[in-house]
């Protein structure tokens, strides 16, 4: 363990969300290096506080000496969650995916009951929070429309999550245009949930259980040439960042290797000048709100290379507020005043910008963030999608 | 060529890599700033101590060794350097205010003068020769400020405790920037009836906005009032670090953040380009000059192994020692001048490491050999100087 090089210099305190707004939670140095020395192995756990840490990571990539605060708590609260009763919202959250499956299902019916006084009540009894509408879901997820669409020399597998799956395929089905109109290959096969909820939920089990799947399905494609592309940078950080990580997958350092955040990989076939993109204008001003785990990716920001080349786009870089709801850690009731305090601070600094709209590359962002500050919240590939009058695909010539 | 391609790739995110990337940009290149996490600025009083061992640092620095740095960049070029950082404050809406010619001594916690040269708007009026009345306000159970070392040590002198709800400096500095608690701060201010004279608080006066909130508190109170630096976690240094981000970020700066350099590509004389470490795939940044600015050991740009051995931790470089191992402390660690501050990079007149034979790499802040921040106290000062050097020397380099 690396809890050791901390130095207790409290840098990452000073980008803990949690700490500047929950006096209960006692910031990721206490609860993460210095804790760790008194949680002794034969032992229960007893700092229930460790639930309140959202995992957004801002402490990993604050950090200097390399402790990784977020993973030591993310450690114990899985602890936590094996020794201790978890409650129904917990379980529920866990296993959001197949709420996901039922709730697409059965759409018209669960749109509807979601917004209902008396389901309201009976959530909140459950510890789930209700201050914002819950996120729609729609009939025809991404996983029942076309496998397979495009042709090209490359090939790429769509990771497309849970939530562009089941509550925006809209904007799954643009990225796959996108994909498409760049000369590739594009296939969405069976895939589960990335396992993220069931960790930030205490359940390393069901987690192991997603991510084992997936890679297995995944590296059957990179072993054919497939590159795996990832839109939502939530799934992309447990891809890259836990599966060989945390969850220790069985291939989980080839899928790190081989996974893209979708504009890395355009920025990429510009790059390799596999294609050639030309825009048009997008007169339009927006706040560009960097999810935390896009952050913790490291990979920059990769959408500003494409924004850049976007003439008449304006747009502002925000990235050191998180929105809060870091997942489902704002549903739960217990969270929801720490969530709705940090999604405010967002939104006020968005506010101050006088933009026509938010964006984001993560759908909690940008739910939250439109809720709070009622200016529509768009996912960066919407925005290209919207602009690119053309690609050229260069590679055809070659033979 | 790449779209992450860059002019200019600037390793390490502190004060000196800050400079010189926003220099450079405003010279019109196209940078790139990787930083393993955020900088020793962010513990930082947030004063730029240009030479504190003198009245005048502009004399101090004349009378210094002639191997120190400060003699590379010249006279000239340190004011320019020290006017654009001003400039650039003003527009950030947290203004520095100083003279290069006269130090200045501000109040600290312990009631003591710290000498510096620079200070932001919030501590305008904390100089400690005055001889009015100064009232302390502090915070209930607000950690490593006690204003009884305050007026016992000084005359004149008065304190009183708000209790804001949370005890640290995040936290409360996060509800300075809700007006309700503003107005309610304000408010038990004027029931105090405080003898006529000055205001003190600890450096917690809000994260984004600190200039409007002492403004409002000494308008409403007609009087004038200032911070008072504290233990880190510290918001002025937070203030002047995000700060500088902003401003390279609005200039097209590019900031990849939290990742280490993994490794160096080399060819002939030049640097080619270096990839980031990441769990994944490594990421890979290119750029046709590099500035090295990754500090001394605190920061992680020099590493001491067992016995006589530094290494710089990105390039390998060598580094100048004043000695074997037995002669780099003092018996007594609070007598300044340990003489392995002197450890660092020497670089000959264009500030390119010597002995290394690269031709596009530029060295600047407090890695540079002999530069002894701690015995002339002058790590800002100094980053400031040599990251606008360094950025010059880039822009001739690369024209």
């Given at each position: 363990m690396n809890f050791e090089h901390c130095i207790r210099c409290t840098i990452c305190v000073e980008n803990c969300p949690v700490f500047k707004v929950n006096p209960e939670f006692p910031g990721p140095k206490q609860s993460g290096p210095d804790a760790q020395r008194f949680r002794l192995d034969g032992e229960k756990s007893v700092d229930e506080w460790i639930r309140l840490c959202c995992?957004?990571?801002?402490?990993?990539?604050?950090?200097?000496?390399?402790?990784?605060?977020?993973?030591?708590?993310?450690?114990?609260?899985?602890?936590?969650?094996?020794?201790?009763?978890?409650?129904?919202?917990?379980?529920?959250?866990?296993?959001?995916?197949?709420?996901?499956?039922?709730?697409?299902?059965?759409?018209?019916?669960?749109?509807?009951?979601?917004?209902?006084?008396?389901?309201?009540?009976?959530?909140?009894?459950?510890?789930?929070?209700?201050?914002?509408?819950?996120?729609?879901?729609?009939?025809?997820?991404?996983?029942?429309?076309?496998?397979?669409?495009?042709?090209?020399?490359?090939?790429?597998?769509?990771?497309?999550?849970?939530?562009?799956?089941?509550?925006?395929?809209?904007?799954?089905?643009?990225?796959?245009?996108?994909?498409?109109?760049?000369?590739?290959?594009?296939?969405?096969?069976?895939?589960?949930?990335?396992?993220?909820?069931?960790?930030?939920?205490?359940?390393?089990?069901?987690?192991?259980?997603?991510?084992?799947?997936?890679?297995?399905?995944?590296?059957?494609?990179?072993?054919?040439?497939?590159?795996?592309?990832?839109?939502?940078?939530?799934?992309?950080?447990?891809?890259?960042?836990?599966?060989?990580?945390?969850?220790?997958?069985?291939?989980?350092?080839?899928?790190?290797?081989?996974?893209?955040?979708?504009?890395?990989?355009?920025?990429?076939?510009?790059?390799?000048?596999?294609?050639?993109?030309?825009?048009?204008?997008?007169?339009?001003?927006?706040?560009?709100?960097?999810p935390c785990h896009l952050r913790a990716i490291g990979i920059g920001y990769p959408a500003l290379k494409l924004f850049d080349r976007i003439p008449g786009l304006e747009y502002h870089v925000l990235d050191e507020n998180c929105c809060g709801l870091a997942g489902s850690y704002g549903f739960k009731k217990k969270n929801q005043e720490t969530s709705v305090m940090l999604g405010k601070i967002a939104a006020a600094a968005i506010q101050a910008l006088k933009v026509d709209a938010i964006v984001a590359d993560c759908g909690a962002c940008r739910m939250q963030l439109e809720a709070l500050s009622g200016i529509p919240a768009l996912d960066p590939s919407q925005i290209i999608h919207e602009s690119l009058q053309s690609a050229k695909v260069k590679t055809a010539k070659k033979s | 060529m790449s779209?992450?391609?860059?002019?200019?790739?600037?390793?390490?995110?502190?004060?000196?890599?800050?400079?010189?990337?926003?220099?450079?940009?405003?010279?019109?290149?196209?940078?790139?700033?990787?930083?393993?996490?955020?900088?020793?600025?962010?513990?930082?009083?947030?004063?730029?101590?240009?030479?504190?061992?003198?009245?005048?640092?502009?004399?101090?620095?004349?009378?210094?060794?002639?191997?120190?740095?400060?003699?590379?960049?010249?006279?000239?070029?340190?004011?320019?350097?020290?006017?654009?950082?001003?400039d650039i404050m003003f527009e950030t809406g947290l203004p520095y205010f100083g003279d290069i010619r006269s130090n200045r001594k501000i109040l600290t916690p312990l009631g003591s003068a710290k000498t510096t040269c620079f200070v932001p708007c919030t501590m305008l009026h904390a100089q400690t020769q005055s001889n009015g009345y100064m009232h302390v306000v502090s915070f209930q159970g607000l950690k490593d400020f006690y204003p009884s070392y305050i007026t016992s040590r000084l005359k004149n002198t008065g304190f009183s405790v708000f209790d804001a709800g949370v005890p640290t400096t995040i936290g409360i500095a996060t509800r300075f920037e809700d007006r309700p608690f503003l107005q309610n701060f304000i408010a038990w201010l004027k029931t105090l009836e405080i003898p006529d004279g000055k205001i003190a608080v600890p450096a917690v006066l809000g994260i984004d906005n600190p200039m409007s909130i002492i403004e409002e508190i000494e308008s409403e109170l007609d009087r004038k009032a200032f911070e008072?630096?504290?233990?880190?976690?510290?918001?002025?240094?937070?203030?002047?670090?995000?700060?500088?981000?902003?401003?390279?970020?609005?200039?097209?700066?590019?900031?990849?953040?939290?990742?280490?350099?993994?490794?160096?590509?080399?060819?002939?004389?030049?640097?080619?380009?270096?990839?980031?470490?990441?769990?994944?795939?490594?990421?890979?940044?290119?750029?046709?000059?590099?500035?090295?600015?990754?500090?001394?050991?605190?920061?992680?740009?020099?590493?001491?192994?067992?016995?006589?051995?530094?290494?710089?931790?990105?390039?390998?470089?060598?580094?100048?020692?004043?000695?074997?191992?037995?002669?780099?402390?003092h018996e007594d660690f609070f007598t300044a001048g340990h003489a392995i501050e002197q450890a660092g990079i020497q670089v000959d007149a264009s500030f390119r490491p010597r002995q290394a034979d690269i031709e596009n790499l530029f060295v600047c802040g407090s890695i540079l050999a002999f530069s002894e921040v701690m015995k002339y106290g002058c790590g800002h000062g100094l980053a400031i100087a040599t990251g606008d050097a360094v950025a010059d020397m880039c822009t001739r380099h690369i024209p």
């Open positions: 995992q957004c990571k801002r402490c990993e990539v604050a950090c200097p000496y390399g402790v990784n605060p977020a993973e030591i708590i993310l450690d114990a609260q899985l602890k936590y969650g094996k020794e201790h009763y978890r409650t129904l919202g917990a379980h529920l959250f866990a296993n959001n995916y197949y709420l996901g499956r039922l709730g697409s299902t059965f759409s018209p019916l669960v749109n509807k009951m979601v917004s209902v006084d008396i389901i309201k009540n009976i959530m909140n009894v459950l510890g789930i929070s209700t201050y914002m509408p819950f996120p729609k879901f729609h009939m025809l997820s991404m996983n029942k429309t076309w496998r397979k669409s495009g042709k090209g020399q490359k090939k790429v597998v769509f990771f497309y999550g849970c939530f562009l799956n089941f509550n925006r395929p809209d904007i799954g089905k643009q990225i796959r245009e996108l994909l498409v109109s760049m000369g590739l290959e594009v296939v969405l096969p069976h895939q589960v949930c990335c396992g993220l909820p069931a960790l930030g939920n205490g359940d390393m089990e069901t987690a192991r259980h997603f991510a084992v799947k997936n890679a297995g399905i995944l590296a059957e494609y990179i072993d054919k040439g497939y590159d795996v592309v990832y839109s939502c940078t939530s799934c992309g950080l447990t891809l890259v960042h836990d599966y060989p990580g945390i969850l220790n997958v069985p291939n989980g350092k080839k899928i790190a290797e081989n996974c893209y955040n979708v504009h890395e990989y355009i920025v990429k076939l510009i790059d390799e000048g596999y294609v050639e993109l030309l825009f048009k204008s997008v007169e339009k001003s927006v706040a560009y709100h960097i | 779209i992450r391609s860059y002019d200019v790739v600037v390793i390490g995110g502190g004060m000196s890599g800050l400079m010189a990337a926003i220099r450079l940009s405003q010279n019109g290149k196209h940078v790139a700033l990787i930083s393993k996490g955020d900088p020793v600025c962010c513990l930082s009083t947030g004063c730029i101590d240009v030479y504190a061992r003198s009245d005048n640092p502009m004399d101090g620095i004349r009378k210094l060794p002639e191997s120190h740095p400060y003699h590379l960049v010249g006279e000239a070029q340190i004011q320019k350097a020290f006017e654009n950082f001003i008072i630096p504290t233990l880190p976690p510290s918001i002025p240094g937070l203030r002047l670090f995000r700060a500088l981000k902003g401003v390279l970020q609005a200039k097209g700066g590019d900031v990849y953040w939290g990742k280490e350099i993994a490794s160096v590509e080399k060819l002939d004389h030049q640097i080619e380009a270096v990839t980031l470490a990441t769990s994944g795939r490594p990421s890979r940044v290119e750029g046709r000059a590099f500035i090295l600015a990754t500090g001394s050991f605190i920061s992680g740009g020099l590493f001491a192994l067992r016995g006589n051995t530094v290494r710089e931790t990105v390039f390998d470089l060598p580094v100048y020692l004043p000695g074997p191992r037995d002669t780099w402390f």
